[in-house]
T-cell receptor, first 112, second 114 residues
Framework: QKEVEQDPGPLSVPEGAIVSLNCTYS??????FMWYRQYSRKGPELLMYTYSSGNKEDGRFTAQVDKSSKYISLFIRDSQPSDSATYLCAMKRIQGAQKLVFGQGTRLTINP | NAGVTQTPKFQVLKTGQSMTLQCAQDMNHNSMYWYRQDPGMGLRLIYYSASEGTTDKGEVPNGYNVSRLNKREFSLRLESAAPSQTSVYFC?????????????FGSGTRLTVV
């Protein structure tokens, strides 16, 4: 069983829709949670990060962590064609070198 | 701002050939990483270097070696390439304790082993 599970999609939605991307994890030691966005043929770039449970909002993006359920989500409001990319969740244990464990990535397409 | 630079961008190797993937960062980060990305598998850690002079195995180290040449450079070597090593390879760097910045990734090396 993978430590981090993410539905690979692909997910296709119309412009303006609310998008929900999710990951589950099995290791309760994970404390830091991140979302990366990866455009085609590019390296991933950090989109959002959160520590422990709760919500964090940044413009049209909201990251949510539920540690009791070992479940994290990324919501995109008013989705735009420029949001079309692969989204990867990542997480880290609180101690040790900063080794991130990544989900498989969800490929998202926003249709104009 | 160059960030993380990987060379080459593309490479085709024959089975059994060797090659070295180069990575350099100009952000003065202490930690560097090599990942491979395969369809449906996400990013898997091959090797990492927490600081200059140290290297450690990640999740999928077999068939690879690394060298942390100095603080800026971290190379990945395939001694005898196999078709299973066909993948996109990403180098990344980070500064321990500065989580907010996360990892900075290079643009990747697309390797095909025939």
């Amino acid at each position: 069983q993978k430590e981090v599970e993410q539905d690979p999609g692909p997910l296709s939605v119309p412009e303006g829709a609310i998008v929900s991307l999710n990951c589950t994890y099995s290791n309760s030691a994970f404390q830091y949670f991140m979302w990366y966005r990866q455009y085609s043929r590019k390296g991933p770039e950090l989109l959002m990060y959160t520590y422990s449970s709760g919500n964090k909002e940044d413009g049209r993006f909201t990251a949510q962590v539920d540690k009791s359920s070992k479940y994290i989500s990324l919501f995109i409001r008013d989705s735009q064609p420029s949001d079309s990319a692969t989204y990867l969740c990542a997480m880290k244990r609180i101690q040790g070198a900063q080794k991130l464990v990544f989900g498989q990535g969800t490929r998202l397409t926003i249709n104009p | 701002n160059a960030g993380v630079t990987q060379t080459p961008k593309f490479q085709v190797l024959k089975t059994g050939q060797s090659m070295t993937l180069q990575c350099a960062q100009d952000m003065n980060h202490n930690s560097m990483y090599w990942y491979r990305q395969d369809p449906g598998m996400g990013l898997r850690l091959i090797y990492y270097s927490a600081s200059e002079g140290t290297t450690d195995k990640g999740e999928v180290p077999n068939g690879y070696n690394v060298s942390r040449l100095n603080k800026r450079e971290f190379s990945l070597r395939l001694e005898s390439a196999a078709p299973s090593q066909t993948s996109v390879y990403f180098c990344a760097s980070s500064e321990p304790g500065v989580l907010k910045e996360g990892y900075t990734f290079g643009s990747g090396t697309r390797l095909t082993v025939v």
